[in-house]
């Protein structure tokens, strides 16, 4: 498989209201390792915040690799920001991209692809072309349907590699990576195209676009 690119974490959340620090009780000695509290015995079900302790716990589910318990979370996660923001919210795209995260990680690329076409297309109707967000998109959507030899990936790979050129530089690591990623798909379908060399030098240093909410980066 081509080397993965590291995803930034989303914008913070709008807060709900004011919320007032809550003690962490620690389990006791010897018994099973707690969940840390969510905020569920204090707001209403839909509240945005209860999401946000969703998304938190489904990341760390799956960065200890334990996918199948990350997905009930993501998908909790997502129904809740569905609902508070909209279907085509830019925050909903944040948990479409973690949930198909999960997936690609269960080798479950039927699952993953849809919902990662879905976020490129809220960020394409909101963000500018060339904003950080859309290239990660285009780069986990073509690491997602390289595993099903969709000839559509590397396009989709230099499109984001592109973008990570234009915004972070031709000499940062996630660019680097990105290229990288085109390079092994292009040798895979033996794709010709011109150099990536000539493409970052020509692709200037790109329109920062602004985000929807404040505090996106």
Known sequence: MPARVAWPAPPPRPAPGARRRRSVRRPASGSPRAEPPLHESCLPAGSPAIATDLATLARIRHLLG????????????????????????????????????????????????????????????????DHLYIGYALLLKARAVHASNDPAAAHLARRGALILNARLGSTHP????????????????????????????????????????????
Do not use: M, N, Q, W
């Open 66 to 129: 334990d996918h199948e318990a990350a997905v009930p979370l993501a998908e909790r996660a997502l129904r809740i920001d569905e609902a508070a923001y909209g279907p085509d919210d830019p925050y909903v795209s944040f948990d479409l991209i973690a949930l198909a995260s999960v997936h690609l990680d269960l080798d479950d690329h039927a699952t993953a692809v849809p919902l990662i076409s879905r976020a490129l297309r809220i960020r394409e109707a909101s963000y500018a072309p």
């Open 174 to 217: 996630k660019t680097e990576d990105a290229f990288a990623l085109v390079d092994s798909l292009r040798k895979r379908d033996s794709c010709p195209g011109p150099a990536e060399a000539g493409a970052r030098s020509a692709s200037g240093p790109g329109r920062h676009g602004d985000a929807r909410r404040p505090g996106a980066e």
